[in-house]
């Protein structure tokens, strides 16, 4: 099993940048895929990005492409999401999210493929 801590959310303006961290506990981190999604007030959950348990390739949705960068880096059972040019709209709760490598659902945009989820960290961007 994996545990997922999640930090690095907090209150920034508009235009600024948060690092979100996420550590897992167990020695079998590099065997799980690694995602993060974000839950803003009165909306559904959404996918943000992910990345493979290599490392090797990166998905981000849409409306974050070329503002936030996935990383990980298996050494230290950790994965990071460095958020660029904040909007309020990025205003949520994001959540770290693994799941075991192999699954039958190749793509990694849909959460109820994971199977660990972190407590989740609160990213407020004021306008």
């Known amino acids: 099993q994996a545990q997922l801590v999640e930090s690095g959310g907090g209150l920034v303006q508009a235009g600024g940048s948060l690092r979100l961290s996420c550590a897992a506990s167990g020695r079998t981190f590099s065997v799980y895929d690694m995602g993060w999604f974000r839950q803003a007030p009165g909306k559904e959950r959404e996918f943000v990005a992910a990345i493979r348990w290599s490392g090797g390739s990166t998905y981000y949705a849409d409306s974050v492409r070329g503002r936030f960068t996935i990383s990980r880096d298996n050494a230290k059972n950790t994965v990071y999401m460095q958020m660029n040019s904040l909007k309020p709209d990025d205003t949520a709760v994001y959540y770290c999210?693994?799941?075991?490598?192999?699954?039958?659902?190749?793509?990694?945009?849909?959460?109820?493929?994971?199977?660990?989820w972190g407590q989740g960290t609160q990213v407020t961007v004021s306008s």
């Open positions: 999210a693994a799941r075991r490598i192999g699954h039958i659902i190749t793509v990694l945009t849909h959460e109820a493929t994971y199977d660990y």
